[in-house]
């Protein structure tokens, strides 16, 4: 699963410098396994793409990990990827769900029906993470 992450944000040509700072974020520890809900689609033995959530509050979640390993870009992967995360957030009660987006996926994530709420800094100076919202189901 690292090995997709990891390949998923270097496709956007980030610098190794960039990259290297990332490689803690990235790597999927026993620990983030314990503290997330993973979710993994394959082709045959071949992960294509895998996502996480955690819960921060009552019927609200978070993305914590998004990512379609890099031959399977724009091949419709990341719809499906959504549309999974999206029923099982619905059966888990879910109201929202944040997403603090890479900038290079925010297209993505408007496509998706996500509108921006914010921003969060980086570790890169000058740069921010756009941070989305979806509506998952109404509050009851």
């Known amino acids: 699963m690292t090995k997709v992450a990891l390949a998923s944000k270097q496709h956007w040509g980030y610098p190794d410098e960039w990259m290297a700072l990332w490689v803690d974020e990235l790597t999927i520890t026993p620990q983030k396994l314990d503290e997330r809900d993973f979710f993994v689609g394959k082709n045959g033995d071949e992960i294509v793409f895998l996502y996480s959530i955690s819960q921060r509050a009552e019927r609200e979640y978070e993305l914590e990990d998004c990512w379609v390993a890099p031959e399977y870009i724009g091949h419709g992967f990341g719809q499906l990827l959504f549309d999974d995360l999206k029923k099982r957030l619905r059966a888990l009660g879910c109201s929202r769900l944040k997403i603090i987006s890479d900038p290079n996926a925010a297209g993505f994530y408007r496509k ?11 570790k890169i100076e000058g740069r921010v993470f756009p941070v989305f919202e979806v509506q998952i189901a109404k509050n009851k």
Request: glycine share 18%; charged share 20%; aromatic share 0%.
């Open 112 to 122: 998706m029906g996500a509108v921006q709420i914010g921003e969060e800094p980086t």
